[in-house]
């Protein structure tokens, strides 16, 4: 099956750091990802929509000056958190579609502990 | 406002026993409907449905959607302890591709 990196897996930080998280897709090319935050005992949350080539596309709610996104190649977006803050605190899991439209289907990365002290 | 709703939220079961997680959805679009089972990591994909009425099986888990009634259940028979896990349902948009996540039922099976 497809497969999808993230990186780091773990990451704790000082607050009012930036913290960088990696989304490969490892045997497919995906001009399509998704970022997703996951708090304990919570259903998924996407984030954001990052397309290759353009902008991202934002949720209501989510700060596009705080979560910043880049899918600068057709196998790898970065999810930036600015200035990260306890409440920031969250696991974050990126997903890569793969397929043609009506058939396409999300995989997920392994996923990114933030902790942020 | 988009929906997905899973029930129950947690199940306690022991070995061996049968389990109908249910998931029903209010969207206002429909693509497709998917099942999860998430661990300690991320999710990884069970089944994706997109017709109504037909049966997708995978060894000892089936699942089936409703597309008038809206709704989808997962059956698991004769449980194991490995299916310990956060089951999770999503519902994709078919013009943006995004899911839709439920809010999960969290199954443990006792031995």
């Known amino acids: 099956g497809a497969v999808v990196s993230q990186h780091p897996s773990w990451v704790i930080c000082k607050s009012g750091t930036s913290v960088k998280i990696e989304c490969r897709s490892l045997?497919?090319?995906?001009?399509?990802m998704f970022w997703y935050r996951q708090f304990p005992k919570q259903s998924l949350m996407l984030m954001a929509t990052?397309?290759?080539?353009?902008?991202?596309?934002?949720e209501q709610g989510v700060e596009k000056d705080k979560f910043l996104i880049n899918h600068a190649s057709l196998t790898l977006s970065t999810l930036t958190v600015t200035s990260a803050h306890p409440e920031d605190s969250s696991f974050y899991i990126c997903s890569a579609r793969r397929g043609l439209a009506g058939k396409a289907t999300q995989y997920f990365g392994p996923g990114t502990r933030l902790l942020v002290l | 406002e988009d929906k997905v709703v899973q029930s129950p939220l947690s199940l306690v079961v022991h070995e061996g026993d049968t389990v109908t997680l249910n998931c029903s959805y209010e969207?206002?679009?429909?693509?497709?409907l998917l099942w999860y089972k998430q661990e300690k990591k991320a999710p990884t994909f069970l089944f994706m449905l997109?017709?109504?009425?037909i049966e997708k099986k995978s060894g000892r888990l089936s699942s089936i959607l409703d597309k008038k009634e809206l709704f989808s259940i997962l059956n698991i028979t004769a449980t194991q302890t490995g299916d310990s896990a956060i089951y999770l349902c999503a519902v994709q948009d078919p013009g943006t591709y995004k899911y839709i996540f439920g809010t999960g039922t969290r199954l443990k099976v006792l031995a």
């Open positions: 997109t017709s109504s009425g």
């Open positions: 969207v206002t679009n429909f693509r497709s």
């Open positions: 990052s397309n290759e080539g353009s902008k991202a596309t934002y």
């Open positions: 045997d497919f090319q995906a001009t399509t």
